[in-house]
Nanobody, 119 residues
Framework: QVQLVESGGGLVQTGGSLRLSCTAS????????MGWFRQAPGKEREFVAR????????YYGDSVKGRFTISREYAKKTVYLQMNSLKPEDTAVYYC????????????WGQGTQVTVSS
């Protein structure tokens, strides 16, 4: 089994920055992709960003392009989400996810970390 632990959420003002971290442990040898999703109250879960674990290639949701950056630290099995120019609409619980087989299928999820952007 894989365990994912996120950290780095918090309260920030509009225009501010936060960096989220997610560290994987357990059976991570077959990691194909890691990603970030978010869910705001009353809304569906939204894709934020993903990174191919071996190649390092990245892909972003339209709402965060140019503001958020996903990266990884391979040896530490950690993925980061640097969030800049934050907006109130970025307020959500952010979840880290790991996929073992493809870039669109996720097999493990973290517990989530709250990000709140005040106006």
């Amino acid at each position: 089994q894989v365990q994912l632990v996120e950290s780095g959420g918090g309260l920030v003002q509009t225009g501010g920055s936060l960096r989220l971290s997610c560290t994987a442990s357990g059976r991570t040898f077959s990691t194909y992709v890691m990603g970030w999703f978010r869910q705001a109250p009353g809304k569906e879960r939204e894709f934020v960003a993903r990174i191919n674990w071996s190649a390092g290639s990245t892909y972003y949701g339209d709402s965060v392009k140019g503001r958020f950056t996903i990266s990884r630290e391979y040896a530490k099995k950690t993925v980061y989400l640097q969030m800049n120019s934050l907006k109130p609409e970025d307020t959500a619980v952010y979840y880290c996810a790991l996929g073992a087989r493809s870039q669109s299928s996720y097999d493990a999820w973290g517990q989530g970390t709250q990000v709140t952007v005040s106006s």
